[in-house]
């Protein structure tokens, strides 16, 4: 009678107890994973303004570039593994996490080609060069527009990333729910 009704009263307080818990310790991995994405967002931003300043130094002007690239496959890997840590995925759909951030993976992806074939480029027409020569001058219309294309794909990448980031913070995706189950 009355013993197991408390040892049930303390296996439910226990019980909630833990859920608490792991519930804190989620939030706080989600706190620390998307402080790192969008740590990452801003070393991209800092760096496309960086790399303009240094455009005389080839040296620091590589470095740059290649911190650039890194972060992008560094920020591009983060964003897989939150996938593979959602209830979605390890419930094995897949496909809605593919229908409901396509945009942000192409983004991604078109984004880090761009900023690598930018950089390969910019890095040829620089090398060995003087450090007063400008890359502009010779009509290089190809160059020109691959440079739009890149700053104006780093708009769209920084939008699409940041509200993927965001979005992943939805509990939803992280357990059994009706809204899961529509879909």
């Known amino acids: 009678g009355c013993g197991s009704f408390a040892e049930f009263g303390e296996f439910q307080t226990f019980q909630h107890y833990f859920i608490q818990i792991n519930l804190s310790m989620k939030v706080f991995q989600y706190s620390v994973i998307a402080g790192l994405q969008l740590f990452?967002?801003?070393?991209?931003?800092?760096?496309?303004?960086?790399?303009?300043?240094?455009?005389?130094?080839?040296?620091?002007?590589?470095?740059?570039?290649?911190?650039?690239?890194?972060?992008?496959?560094?920020?591009?890997?983060?964003l897989f593994l939150v996938f593979f840590n959602t209830y979605v995925f390890k419930a094995g759909f897949v496909s809605i996490l593919?229908?409901?951030?396509?945009?942000?993976?192409?983004?991604?992806n078109i984004y880090l080609a761009l900023c690598l074939g930018l950089h390969v480029w910019a890095m040829k027409l620089r090398w060995?060069?003087?450090?007063?020569?400008?890359?502009?001058?010779?009509?290089?219309?190809?160059?020109?527009?691959?440079?739009?294309?890149?700053?104006?794909?780093?708009?769209?990448?920084y939008f699409f990333y940041k509200r993927?980031?965001?979005?992943?913070?939805?509990?939803?995706?992280?357990?059994?729910?009706?809204?899961?189950?529509?879909?």
């Open 164 to 183: 993927t980031t965001l979005r992943l913070g939805d509990p939803n995706y992280y357990k059994d729910s009706v809204l899961l189950r529509r879909q």
């Open 40 to 78: 990452l967002l801003l070393v991209d931003i800092t760096l496309n303004t960086a790399s303009e300043h240094f455009r005389g130094n080839v040296l620091i002007l590589l470095v740059l570039y290649i911190v650039q690239d890194v972060c992008l496959l560094l920020a591009l890997i983060i």
């Open 128 to 157: 060995g060069k003087d450090k007063n020569y400008y890359i502009w001058d010779e009509g290089k219309d190809g160059f020109l527009i691959l440079y739009v294309c890149q700053r104006a794909g780093s708009v769209l990448y």
């Open 98 to 108: 593919i229908r409901k951030f396509i945009a942000t993976i192409v983004v991604t």
